[in-house]
């Protein structure tokens, strides 16, 4: 029996390889909003190769194909590093600069809404329902959520920081996902 470091599948390298990316995308934006890239990276890429193991010995339960689930957790990534960096950098830029810095996000989050939509679209009918009610929760969670920060922001008359759209969106797109899974078993 071969132990995970002597598995030399295709599959388990890309997973390795994908995690150790994933990691360190992660670890740098985590580096850069803590004023240490290299402790941030270090962090990232550790748990970025504990991740590519863990994703190399669990079966995944929505059965998605390992090089979407590979694209997903890349493109995601990506669109939170983007967001993360013009985040850190909005206070540093001005005029058309800011407007293009904010098209890069943009431009990572449509590669990411790609990448789910094939995911999602490799999955057989039962998978595919879980999936479409899930968003539908998410979406409408989403919009209760908003609800209170945009009265806030109204009555306060300070504006919030709309990158938590992002967070509030993925929190309760999970929470549906949980739901529409325990309900289809």
């Given at each position: 029996m071969k132990t995970f470091l002597q598995n030399d599948s295709p599959d388990f390298r890309a997973n390795l390889t994908t995690g150790f990316v994933v990691g360190a995308m992660l670890g740098v934006a985590l580096g850069m909003g803590f004023g240490s890239i290299l402790l941030g990276l270090a962090v990232g890429m550790a748990l970025g190769l504990a991740l590519g193991i863990f994703?190399?010995?669990?079966?995944?339960?929505m059965r998605y194909p390992?090089?979407?689930?590979?694209?997903?957790?890349l493109t995601g990534t990506l669109f939170l590093l983007t967001m993360m960096i013009f985040a850190l950098a909005e206070g540093m830029a001005s005029g058309a600069t800011l407007i293009l810095g904010a098209m890069v996000?943009?431009?990572a989050g449509a590669?990411?809404?790609?990448?789910?939509?094939?995911a999602i679209a490799s999955l057989d009918e039962m998978q595919r329902r879980i999936q479409t009610e899930a968003?539908?929760?998410?979406?409408g969670g989403t919009a209760i959520a908003l609800i209170p920060l945009a009265l806030l922001d109204i009555s306060t008359h300070s504006?919030?920081?709309?990158?938590?759209?992002s967070l509030i969106m993925v929190s309760m797109w999970l929470v549906g996902k949980l739901w529409t899974k325990r309900r289809y078993g």
């Amino acid at each position: 029996m071969k132990t995970f470091l002597q598995n030399d599948s295709p599959d388990f390298r890309a997973n390795l390889t994908t995690g150790f990316v994933v990691g360190a995308m992660l670890g740098v934006a985590l580096g850069m909003g803590f004023g240490s890239i290299l402790l941030g990276l270090a962090v990232g890429m550790a748990l970025g190769l504990a991740l590519g193991i863990f994703i190399s010995r669990r079966e995944l339960p929505m059965r998605y194909p390992m090089y979407l689930v590979r694209r997903m957790l890349l493109t995601g990534t990506l669109f939170l590093l983007t967001m993360m960096i013009f985040a850190l950098a909005e206070g540093m830029a001005s005029g058309a600069t800011l407007i293009l810095g904010a098209m890069v996000p943009t431009l990572a989050g449509a590669l990411f809404v790609y990448s789910i939509g094939s995911a999602i679209a490799s999955l057989d009918e039962m998978q595919r329902r879980i999936q479409t009610e899930a968003i539908a929760i998410g979406f409408g969670g989403t919009a209760i959520a908003l609800i209170p920060l945009a009265l806030l922001d109204i009555s306060t008359h300070s504006p919030s920081h709309w990158l938590i759209l992002s967070l509030i969106m993925v929190s309760m797109w999970l929470v549906g996902k949980l739901w529409t899974k325990r309900r289809y078993g």
